[in-house]
């Protein structure tokens, strides 16, 4: 091999280049790569979104008889402290009402459930002795992420009823469980079956019975147990005694007492019934006009079978795996009567998406590849062409290896990686083409050299890039994990593509090299564009350059630009929002009716909804749940839909069509079905059957594109007393409906409705000699659902249940019910209208606590071309300010963004905080404000590490805000709002500018040590480096493309295409200016010899001099 050529020190890019270049072990290493890679690509795990761990613990504690302020005080208040005391929590909430509370503790986001739940197990233990008597110990629910179904099946007939449908689809749900990567699944609704005592309490005080002793009856009679073994002879017996009831003749022959001699059976006093049990919910399926399902349904009985999937499994074979049973299941568990539909599908969600950024992945490879044919040649096309995939698919096993997932985000961090990690083997494979052009061979020293010639630039270049992006690894909340693959694997990416360039370009070029001939056209063609280059550069920066007036015009009119261009923010022409909305085939109506509802009123207007939206064109089915929750989704899981379980709460799930086989977005029928259920709810006020304060309230829920929150609009009202915090929360709610940018406006305040109550004469009750816990137990048997065991037949996969109570006519009615007799210590009974009288009264509301701080919430959801929380925010504290009495106070009050009122001041007036979206917009765009600052620093410091001096670095980096110019009118003409994406394009480019910059500078430098003059070493790095920062930025817009249909990624690809697009423009003529106008800084590598060098000592002395005398 020929060094004579390497003058200089190879450094590490020219060693590498070396050492690989013609080794054996570089093919084996390429090959060994691709099989690495494959292997990443096929075993990570697929989903649509990337999994973000927010465990959320639930504990339960009932404390019965107790008022809800009891409740809150002795129960809730001394559990929130407790929880706030552990390590890792970030909030502790809580909902107290009369005889309950739940806390609810939400640990920091990528915290694991596992170490979390011992956490709080181990406090809950350790504090036990705290609990007060007559609480019950805490039952503790722990959700995560990993417990959202991944697909939900709903079976649906017309022919058999929900409690056949629920038998089913338990059987169904116990075959697929034998699915290894199935998790927590469950059926939602269905009655279950019940053998049903329904007593007579007319008979029952006619014989003189009371139900206490038709339990103990019931009760002893259904025993069955083990009592030893026997030997006999050889053998071994084991004895039982006793006898389970298995059938309601065996419970109606049940003797429960003797009444005048004569026996009194079951049968005598009650009516027993074996089947389904009272209906306390309903699921109903109906098909729209877009349906895919064999027939049509307009509201038949329905159950929902929800299927969760492991954690770390792979999404997409859990649910081909689960569909694949199901089929098999057809005419052997699922009989033909009854029709299956998958209601939800997140592993073909997550399979489109996935496949779709595949095919834009390959596309772009393509395309940039084909942009190399067109600047270099087929050659140098084929070499990138081989090396992007090959970096492509390591950064996926680095995935693997990471624990990330194969998702729309991952995916994303390596489409919009594609432009940036394709410059570190376009700069190479360009200037060994030009070198070998230059020297009219293609030898190894010159290959070599021109890879040592850009190594030091482009290791530089590399990292600031990676500087640029790892930052934004630290922001916090729920959107830091959402959005950390993209810095991940960004910088793993390029990484490697450093290597991949200094190590497999030159081997893959020098076997791909082109002919002399194609080189001396190629140096003709060369010669060519460096001579209209030349004149171009030459043209526009000379004037500039050597005219002082022309060259601080021109940098006045950038300034200029840059606030005119960031005043569109100021003038609304870009809006501001945290993510864009998204394009999902699904959406839910949440439906609430006042509190006391009864469930067939919820039922009735639930259904005429339902069939209002199954008119809409794109539907194709809907789902109504009544009295219960849908399955939960991670919104769900966030906002605890799972526990709406009240008769006056509803629920519409509502599938689309695929968006490609639609032309409105999910976001469009959503609105055109909000005006629809208006519409009716206003008709039906209008008629009378509502008045405004008793109608229905609904919203319309989408999926958010990014990360949860209660709802895009909240104001958390702290204040010193309940009635304060009540009123302002009111006027608030009031505030938001007069808001033109915020609808399905409610709050947390519980609207009082009627309750009644036995009130025991307990003068009368001690006479009778009837305690009041026997007038309790008496009134808990009759009023239903008071399990006495259950009966043992068959092997159903559901306990059928022995229920004692009164039939719901007698129940519903308190002058029969009074008939009721109670046991008294004599043996006998007492009707229960002579121990008392029902009042009426009124349910306590809830009491709310955030933080350990009481609260009342008001939500709402941003609508309009202003769709985001700032300006709905800005409205209302509009609104504000024209209210000069406000609260019971009356005085002035306004909103705080960033953290709740201080507690302290909270014993004076009322305040609120602004939460919901806003909270996260607030802390993501701080958080990456933040990683840009800390960005630019490293930058900063890594080249002045490379260039040893202040100047230069600052000239380098001085490019990044102009890159604004370009983003925010490409915002602007392209309709699209500034998001969180966007923010991440914008710091991004940073890396990116730079990479340029260095390019520029450290070829003047290069040329400027050889003794050219500054001003031409200046233009030559301009004319010479045009074509590789071209390229660079060509491909970067490229591999945006792909990602501009998005709608959450839309905001990066914008940034990235336009402001690549007009900072590269400004970057070849800024940092020329910027050199030309620090050349002072390049005396350091000037020989004495060189025309400028006494130029530059004199321009340095006179400087000293101007330090000394100031």
């Not at 002082?548 to 009119?557: M, P, Y």
């Amino acid at each position: 091999m020929d060094n004579s050529k390497n003058k200089h020190d190879l450094g590490l890019a020219g060693n590498l280049t070396q050492t690989f270049m013609h080794s054996p072990l570089t093919l084996l290493l390429i090959i060994a790569t691709f099989a690495i890679g494959s292997a990443g690509f096929i075993m990570t795990p697929r989903q649509e979104d990337p999994q973000i761990s927010v465990p959320m613990v639930d504990i339960f504690v009932s404390y019965p008889g107790a008022s809800t302020e009891q409740v809150a005080s002795l129960v809730a208040d001394p559990l929130e402290r407790i929880m706030s005391e552990i390590p890792g929590v970030d909030h502790v909430y809580s909902a107290s009402q009369r005889d309950q509370a739940m806390v609810t503790v939400q640990f920091e986001v990528g915290e694991e459930m596992g170490p979390s739940l011992v956490k709080l197990y181990d406090k809950l233990e350790s504090n036990v002795d705290k609990i007060p008597p007559g609480v019950s110990p805490p039952l503790v629910k722990p959700k995560g992420v990993d417990d959202v179904p991944m697909v939900a099946l709903t079976l649906w007939s017309d022919s058999l009823d929900d409690s056949a449908l629920r038998l089913i689809a338990l059987d169904v749900m116990q075959e697929l469980k034998e699915i290894p990567e199935t998790s927590q699944s469950f059926v939602i609704s269905g009655r279950q079956e019940q053998l049903r005592i329904e007593v007579k309490p007319e008979r029952l005080a006619g014989y003189g019975i009371t139900m206490e002793q038709i339990a103990g009856t019931v009760m002893t009679a259904n025993s069955e147990r083990t009592v030893g073994s026997i030997e006999s002879g050889d053998n071994s017996f084991q004895l039982y005694t006793g006898a389970f009831l298995k059938n309601s003749e065996d419970v109606e022959r049940l003797l429960v007492a003797m009444h005048d001699g004569n026996p009194v059976y079951v049968r005598d006093v009650a009516e027993v019934i074996h089947g389904p049990g009272e209906a306390h919910k309903f699921v109903n399926f109906y098909t729209g006009p877009a349906t895919t399902e064999n027939k049509a349904a307009n509201g038949v009985p329905a159950v929902t079978l929800a299927i969760a999937k492991k954690a770390g499994t792979n999404g997409v074979s859990v649910v081909e795996d689960v569909l694949s049973r199901i089929d098999s299941m057809k005419g052997r568990l699922i009989p033909g009567n009854v029709e299956i539909s998958v209601t939800r599908n997140y592993g073909k969600s997550a399979q489109d998406k996935v496949n779709g950024l595949m095919f834009k992945l390959v596309l772009v490879t393509v395309a940039v590849s084909i942009l190399i044919f067109w600047f270099l040649n087929w050659r140098a096309a084929l070499v990138c062409f081989i090396v992007i995939p090959n970096v492509i698919l390591v950064t996926t096993f680095a995935a693997l290896i990471m624990g990330y997932t194969i998702d729309r985000v991952s995916l994303f961090a390596l489409i919009f990686s594609i432009g940036i990690l394709v410059d570190d083997a376009i700069v190479v494979v360009e200037n060994m083409y030009r070198r070998w052009a230059m020297d009219g061979e293609i030898s190894d020293s010159t290959s070599i050299d021109a890879v040592r010639e850009v190594g030091n630039p482009t290791i530089l270049a590399t990292f600031t890039v990676i500087a640029a992006l790892l930052p934004m690894g630290m922001v916090r909340g729920m959107m830091g994990p959402y959005m950390e693959p993209i810095p991940a694997l960004g910088s793993v990416a390029m990484l490697y593509s450093l290597f991949a360039a200094f190590a497999f370009t030159p081997y893959l070029a020098i076997r791909f090299k082109p002919a002399m001939d194609a080189l001396h056209k190629m140096e003709e063609s060369e010669h060519n564009t460096v001579k209209r280059l030349d004149g171009f550069y030459r043209s526009i920066l000379n004037p500039l350059m050597d005219n002082k007036l022309i060259g601080n015009g021109f940098l006045i009119s950038l300034f200029v630009i840059f606030f005119l261009c960031c005043s569109l923010f100021y003038f609304k022409a870009v809006k501001v929002k945290m993510m864009p909305l998204d394009n999902k085939s699904v959406f839910n109506v949440v439906i609430n009716f006042p509190e006391g509802t009864s469930l067939p009123i919820t039922a009735n207007l639930t259904r005429q909804f339902a069939e209002e939206v199954r008119k809409v064109s794109e539907v194709t089915a809907i789902q109504s749940y009544v009295g219960t929750a849908s399955p939960f989704d991670f919104n769900g899981l966030v906002r605890h839909y799972y526990l709406r379980q009240q008769p006056w709460q509803a629920d519409l799930n509502v599938q689309l069509l695929h968006k490609k086989e639609r032309d409105r977005t999910s976001h469009e029928i959503a609105l055109e079905v909000r005006e629809i259920l208006t519409e009716l709810v206003a008709k039906k006020v209008k008629a009378g059957i509502y008045t405004p304060l008793s109608k229905p309230k609904f919203q319309i829920v989408e999926m958010p594109p990014g990360p949860p929150v209660l709802q895009t609009m909240v104001a958390e009202v702290y204040g010193p007393t309940a009635h304060e915090r009540h009123e302002v929360a009111m006027k608030l709610t009031e505030l938001f409906k007069q808001a033109s940018t915020i609808t399905d406006v409610d709050n947390y305040i519980q609207k009082p409705y009627e309750i009644w109550n036995f009130r025991v004469n307990r003068e009368k009750a001690i006479r009778a000699g009837v305690s009041v816990d026997a007038i309790n137990n008496a009134l808990e048997m009759a009023m239903g659902g008071f399990v006495l065991g259950d009966i043992k037949d068959g092997s159903i996969l559901e306990a059928t249940m022995i229920v004692l109570q009164v039939p719901l006519n007698i129940r519903a009615n308190f002058n029969y019910l009074s008939q009721l007799p109670v046991p008294n210590m004599q043996g006998s009974s007492v009707p229960l209208s002579e121990l008392g009288a029902f009042i009426k009264g009124h349910k306590e509301p809830v009491i709310y606590h955030k933080d350990l701080r009481d609260v009342e919430y008001v939500i709402g959801e941003v609508i309009g071309e202003l769709a985001s929380p700032i300006y709905a925010i800005f409205e209302v504290g509009d609104m504000l300010k024209l209210e000069e009495n406000f609260g019971p106070r009356k005085e002035q009050l306004s909103g705080t963004l960033m953290e709740p009122p201080d507690p302290g001041d909270m014993h004076q007036f009322s305040g609120f905080e602004w939460t919901g979206e806003w909270t996260v917009t607030y802390e993501t765009f701080r958080d990456m404000g933040l990683a840009f600052a800390i960005a630019i620093i490293l930058i900063y410091m890594l080249v002045v590490w490379e260039f040893g001096n202040f100047i230069l670095p600052a000239v380098i980096i001085s490019p990044i805000p102009l890159t604004l110019v370009g983003i925010i009118p490409g915002h602007a003409l392209m309709g699209s709002e500034f998001t969180a994406t966007s923010m991440i394009g914008f710091i991004a480019l940073a890396g990116i500018i730079v990479r340029n910059s260095i390019l520029l500078v450290d070829y003047s430098r290069q040329e400027i040590s050889r003794g050219v003059e500054i001003k031409e070493a200046i233009i030559m790095a301009c004319i010479t480096r045009t074509r590789p920062i071209v390229i660079t930025a060509l491909a970067l817009v490229v591999g945006s493309t792909a990602i501009l249909m998005d709608p959450i990624f839309q905001g990066m690809a914008v940034s990235l295409m336009f402001g690549v697009f007009v900072s590269t423009i400004l970057t070849l003529i800024v940092i020329p200016l910027g050199c030309y106008s620090a050349r002072d800084a390049f005396c350091d590598v000037m020989r004495e010899d060189h025309p400028d060098y006494q130029l530059c000592v004199e321009e340095r002395e006179t400087l000293k001099k101007k330090k000394s005398s100031s």
